[in-house]
């Protein structure tokens, strides 16, 4: 288990929240994992642009303000080389039990600090599983990181999960949508797929990150579902989230990947926002 650092609630030291928050009742709020490095909230502006836009889609009355980046700023500053910074945003305690959302409201928001878990070797290969529970799909929270994530709890409770490094998620047409923790691509005669995920699933920021330098190194990427007999025989395939980079696939279940553009695409994001 990652060592807690340190907690904010609002701005203030503390690790506890009312029991009427509505994070805690219903799951009415918004997450962002950030990785710190070397006293920096790295890709910092992607994760908050994500955050408004979930804030907009649930009708949360929070923005992201200069209050917050300089709190981040100040958290992240006790922060190790390495760390992992989680960010909440709840739509707050409100007058009144249910679940519309009537009256006044003030979002909270809850920091906390995690000691950053070391990368080991393995990482540079890792081996997946198909995860049993399917994604529903609902247009309305797609994308964004809302805090029901019972779908990725459920596929990571599944007997199997323990001996490999992830479970990918399929919906309930079979295609490939992401990984409990992270995006998924494929590579088929060297261009690049991933999910769209306007129906289901997230859109993580490193997903953007690899995207939009994928594009500026002239590889050629389409959004696109993947049906998973199409996934498997693909070339080659990876995974991302911002704590891990870009880390090839090298095996799911009995199906094998080669690994050739991944390394050239985590190399060149490296350097990016360090």
Request: proline letters at 4%; glycine letters at 10%; aromatic letters at 4%.
């Amino acid at each position: 288990m990652a060592e807690v650092l340190g907690c904010w609630i609002d701005g203030i030291a503390g690790d506890s929240v009312p029991a009427d928050d509505r994070g805690l009742q219903y799951g009415d709020g918004l997450s962002e994992t950030i990785l710190v490095r070397n006293g920096r909230a790295r890709f910092l502006d992607a994760h908050l642009a994500r955050l408004d836009l979930g804030c907009q889609r649930l009708g949360i009355g929070f923005s992201t303000s200069v209050e917050l980046r300089a709190e981040i700023t100040r958290t992240v500053s006790q922060a190790p080389a390495s760390a992992i910074l989680k960010l909440i945003v709840t739509r707050g305690s409100g007058p009144r039990r249910g679940y519309a959302p009537r009256g006044t409201f003030a979002p909270r928001r809850v920091l906390s600090l995690f000691a950053a878990p070391a990368l080991d070797d393995s990482q540079r290969g890792v081996d997946a599983r198909i995860a049993t529970i399917r994604l529903g799909e609902n247009p309305a929270l797609a994308g964004i990181k809302h805090l029901n994530r019972l779908e990725n709890v459920l596929a990571a409770s599944e007997p199997g999960h323990e001996l490999v490094f992830e479970s990918l998620l399929l919906d309930a047409a079979d295609h490939v949508i992401g990984g409990t923790m992270t995006n998924v691509f494929a590579v088929k005669s060297g261009r690049l797929y991933t999910a769209p995920v306007d129906r289901c699933g997230v859109a993580g920021v490193m997903r953007s990150v690899v995207l939009r330098q994928a594009a500026s190194l002239g590889i050629a990427c389409e959004l696109r579902r993947l049906a998973l007999a199409e996934f498997l025989v693909a070339d080659e395939a990876f995974i991302t989230n911002v704590r891990i980079g870009v880390v090839p696939l090298r095996r799911v279940g009995e199906h094998s990947f080669m690994s050739n553009l991944a390394p050239t695409l985590g190399a060149s994001i490296e350097p990016l926002d360090a």
